[in-house]
């Protein structure tokens, strides 16, 4: 799939409408329905129950009738991502009522602030909406992280007056409902809620021509619990039986003997035509007829799917224009347990083909799930390795993860797109250590693999190489224009390429015209990953600050409009540009907005380990120069002495050795500006401490009488006469921070 674009599939979009309730054996169920319309606006509507307790029946019974807009999402395991749960969410409500384009763009960055960012502006969004809603999520028991159960969470306080939230469950959501229940904002149906009553049970075998005395009844629902689908079940198999006291007595309720009565009872009467189809088409979680006729090698499966929907096989339209259905996901899983008896060599081909089929309608989702179900790493390596760029600018590193984490180590180390994939995963988390594990196992695979050799597996094992910066600034710049030559075109890769040359130019002191030129290429080609844009403005605003000329403001400016316009200011490696618009602040007198920026860059960085050398030094010695004009010499010293520890992995980075040494002299100048000796400015960090001069001398390895003597001196050099009045005067100096 392209980068440069996103084209909703229509699985997607069918996700969206609400399901209709199956025609066959449909019993409304009004008490139900009045109970959940009368929850109070703005209150939980939760349906956990077991599969096969008409949850979503029910739901969409109710839904129908409710007179606000319905957004429906049926949850997958993909889902699983919070981006893109969120996404789904935006999506459907923009349906109703277009919402706000921030919403969207603080999703469209590889690690996503969802509640510092994306929540935030959902909920401020959707107080403008003109009209209230319900949106439905269904099937949230396959939410299992707690990223994901936490937007669901953070979607109730996002929800203005009128509109309501309603789940669908096989089991209590890990959500706070005690406080919900506590607070009369819960209102919930439960598998006994939705256990059929007599009389319910009674209608759903009138519709299906049958009448039942009361004490078969009691029998049935004895066995059954009121499980409607066991129920239901049983009607269809009652349907041939005459000794109908019998048929009860040996007809059991459990999940096991259901699905065994399905494939024994209920199967065994379909044509051989339809059954073959059904168990085949059982891969799907979704079906169409164009897709069912590329998996199947069939024809007019769109007719035979209309036509199945309106029997008794559970297959449930998706849309009211019969083109999406889905089987009852009991049912599906039986008939994956026959595919499996009866034809276990044909399940792989059977998912290859559903893989082909969604990668050529640009839906990689389904495409690498298909492929990873199809035994077929190398394909789904190639497909996530492809996915990469999008996905990491979408906000979608959560699924990259979970489709690696499908596969075992030895697979991911035989495979280039695997092992590159997990490298980049590394990269975007600031895990400098993992990345570099992985781009070697990379590069190992791609020349045992070199008889098949893929150009742009050799680009990306260039690319990535080059952006761990473990081989200096120069090598980095040749791997990165290399690499460059290898990706075409509209590469959304080439905008890191243009970053990594203007950087490796900058930074080793050569050209400084062609580093510009590329970093207003990378500016110009990232209009799709914002946080390489953002990147690329910051260098080139230190490239100009280099220069001694003016501008560098209007660059700085534009990149804190990218952290502001997609909500990057959690991402980690965003630390340098939050660190030159500390310095910028603190240039102009801005203190408080100077410090809290220097702060969280500091706490970005922290976040990292054994990231790139190059690029941790570049923050920390802008971020000391910050430090510096703030009057904090002793954080500044401290940041160059780590800066220069960093250094030492990559000499040929020119520039910053010099910016380091110019950065410290200015320090040192100030320190000797007060006559202070190093000895004493040792001594000075320990004042504002409650160690006594004893203590002290313990902690530097010197006599009690030298620190004493060492203490007087600073008095007399500050021109105070006191301990703390010495504290205070370095201080204002900026030899002591302020909360030294």
């Known amino acids: 799939m392209s980068a440069h674009q996103e084209t909703p599939s229509s699985t997607q979009a069918a996700q969206r409408e609400v399901p209709r309730p199956q025609a066959a054996g449909l019993v409304r169920r009004p008490r139900l329905v009045a109970r959940m319309a009368s929850v109070p606006d703005g209150a939980l509507l939760l349906v956990a129950a077991p599969a096969g307790y008409g949850k979503t029946t029910v739901l969409s019974e109710w839904a129908a009738e409710d007179p606000r807009a319905v957004?429906?999402?049926?949850?997958?395991?993909?889902?699983?991502?919070?981006?893109?749960?969120?996404?789904?969410?935006?999506?459907?409500?923009?349906?109703?009522?277009?919402?706000?384009?921030?919403?969207?763009?603080?999703?469209?960055v590889p690690l996503p602030s969802i509640e510092g960012v994306v929540l935030p502006r959902l909920a401020a969004a959707?107080?403008?909406?003109?009209?209230?809603?319900?949106?439905?999520?269904?099937?949230?028991?396959?939410?299992?992280?707690?990223?994901?159960?936490?937007?669901?969470?953070?979607?109730?306080?996002?929800?203005?007056?009128?509109?309501?939230?309603a789940l669908a469950a096989r089991a209590e959501p890990a959500l706070p409902l005690g406080r919900l229940r506590a607070n009369r904002h819960l209102v919930e149906l439960g598998r006994d809620d939705l256990a059929m009553?007599?009389?319910?049970?009674?209608?759903?075998?009138?519709?299906?021509?049958?009448?039942?005395?009361?004490?078969?009844?009691?029998?049935?629902?004895?066995?059954?619990?009121g499980w409607p689908a066991a129920l239901y079940l049983a009607g269809l198999a009652l349907g041939a039986q005459k000794d109908l006291d019998r048929?009860?007595?040996?007809?059991?309720?459990?999940?096991?003997?259901?699905?065994?009565?399905?494939?024994?009872?209920?199967?065994?009467?379909?044509?051989?035509?339809?059954?073959?189809?059904?168990?085949?088409?059982?891969?799907?979680?979704?079906?169409?007829?164009?897709?069912?006729?590329?998996?199947?090698?069939?024809?007019?499966?769109?007719?035979?799917?209309?036509?199945?929907?309106?029997?008794?096989?559970?297959?449930?339209?998706?849309?009211h224009r019969d083109e999406w259905f889905r089987f009852h996901g009991l049912l599906r899983e039986m008939l994956i347990s026959e595919l499996r008896r009866a034809e276990a060599d044909a399940e792989p081909e059977l998912h290859r083909r559903a893989s082909a089929w969604y990668s050529r309608h640009d839906d990689p989702d389904h495409a690498i799930d298909h492929a990873i179900a199809a035994g077929d790493p190398a394909a789904a390596g190639d497909l996530i390795w492809d996915s990469v760029p999008f996905y990491n600018s979408h906000g979608r590193v959560a699924t990259i993860e979970r489709w690696l984490e499908r596969f075992d180590e030895g697979t991911l180390a035989a495979h280039p797109g695997l092992?590159?994939?997990?490298?980049?995963?590394?990269?975007?988390?600031?895990?400098?250590?993992?990345?570099?594990?992985?781009?070697?196992?990379?590069?190992?695979?791609?020349?045992?693999?070199?008889?098949?050799?893929?150009?742009?597996?050799?680009?990306?094992?260039?690319?990535?190489?080059?952006?761990?910066?473990?081989?200096?600034?120069?090598?980095?710049?040749?791997?990165?224009r290399r690499a460059y030559d290898l990706y075409p075109e509209d590469s959304a890769w080439r905008s890191v390429c243009c970053l990594l040359q203007g950087v490796s130019l900058h930074l080793s002191g050569g050209d400084a015209g062609a580093a510009r030129a590329l970093l207003e290429e990378g500016t110009r080609r990232a209009a799709v990953a914002p946080n390489v844009q953002a990147l690329c403005l910051a260098q080139q605003a230190l490239l100009v600050m280099d220069s001694g000329e003016q501008g560098a403001t209007g660059f700085v400016l534009l990149a804190r409009a990218q952290l502001e316009r997609y909500g990057l200011w959690e991402y980690p490696t965003?630390?340098?540009?939050?660190?030159?618009?500390?310095?910028?602040?603190?240039?102009?007198?801005?203190?408080?907005?100077?410090?809290?920026?220097?702060?969280?860059?500091?706490?970005?960085?922290?976040?990292?380990?054994?990231?790139?050398?190059?690029?941790?030094?570049?923050?920390?010695?802008?971020?000391?120069?910050?430090?510096?004009?703030?009057?904090?010499?002793?954080?500044?010293?401290?940041?160059?002495?780590?800066a220069e520890r960093r250094l030492e992995q990559t000499p040929d980075a020119v520039l910053l050795a010099a910016w380091l040494q110019e950065t410290r002299a200015a320090?040192?100048?100030?320190?000797?500006?007060?006559?202070?000796?190093?000895?004493?400015?040792?001594?000075?960090?320990?004042?504002?401490?409650h160690l006594s001069f004893r203590e002290i001398a313990?902690?530097?390895?010197?006599?009690?009488?030298?620190?004493?003597?060492?203490?007087?001196?600073?008095?007399?050099?500050?021109?105070?006469?006191?301990?703390?009045?010495?504290?205070?005067?370095?201080?204002?100096?900026?030899?002591?921070?302020?909360?030294?």
């Open 71 to 108: 957004a429906w999402i049926s949850l997958g395991e993909r889902h699983d991502d919070p981006a893109l749960l969120l996404a789904s969410v935006v999506g459907a409500l923009s349906e109703i009522d277009p919402i706000e384009p921030a919403v969207a763009e603080a999703l469209d």
């Open 126 to 165: 959707l107080e403008g909406q003109r009209q209230p809603f319900v949106l439905v999520l269904d099937d949230v028991h396959v939410l299992a992280s707690e990223e994901a159960v936490s937007v669901v969470a953070g979607l109730l306080d996002c929800l203005p007056a009128g509109s309501q939230l």
């Open 197 to 225: 009553t007599h009389g319910e049970t009674a209608r759903v075998y009138g519709e299906m021509g049958r009448e039942l005395s009361a004490a078969q009844l009691d029998a049935l629902l004895k066995r059954t619990e």
């Open 247 to 319: 048929a009860l007595a040996e007809f059991a309720g459990d999940d096991r003997f259901v699905v065994d009565y399905l494939r024994d009872v209920f199967l065994a009467g379909m044509p051989p035509a339809d059954l073959r189809f059904a168990t085949r088409a059982s891969i799907l979680d979704r079906l169409s007829g164009p897709l069912c006729d590329a998996v199947l090698g069939d024809s007019g499966s769109g007719g035979r799917l209309r036509k199945l929907s309106r029997s008794n096989l559970l297959l449930t339209p998706l849309d």
């Open 419 to 480: 092992a590159l994939a997990a490298a980049q995963s590394g990269l975007t988390r600031g895990d400098g250590e993992t990345a570099e594990r992985w781009i070697a196992v990379a590069e190992a695979a791609s020349r045992a693999s070199s008889e098949r050799a893929d150009p742009l597996m050799e680009a990306g094992a260039l690319l990535a190489r080059a952006t761990t910066g473990r081989e200096g600034v120069v090598e980095m710049g040749r791997k990165a």
């Open 574 to 642: 965003v630390a340098l540009v939050i660190a030159i618009l500390a310095g910028v602040h603190a240039r102009d007198g801005q203190v408080e907005a100077a410090g809290n920026e220097a702060a969280a860059a500091a706490r970005l960085l922290s976040k990292t380990r054994d990231f790139i050398w190059w690029y941790d030094a570049e923050a920390r010695i802008v971020l000391a120069r910050a430090h510096q004009r703030l009057g904090d010499a002793p954080r500044a010293r401290e940041l160059l002495a780590e």
């Open 667 to 689: 320090l040192d100048q100030a320190a000797a500006d007060t006559g202070l000796t190093r000895a004493e400015l040792r001594i000075l960090q320990f004042l504002p401490t």
């Open 698 to 740: 313990e902690q530097t390895h010197v006599s009690p009488n030298t620190v004493k003597t060492q203490a007087q001196a600073i008095y007399r050099k500050l021109e105070v006469s006191a301990r703390t009045e010495a504290v205070d005067a370095a201080r204002r100096a900026g030899l002591l921070a302020e909360d030294a």
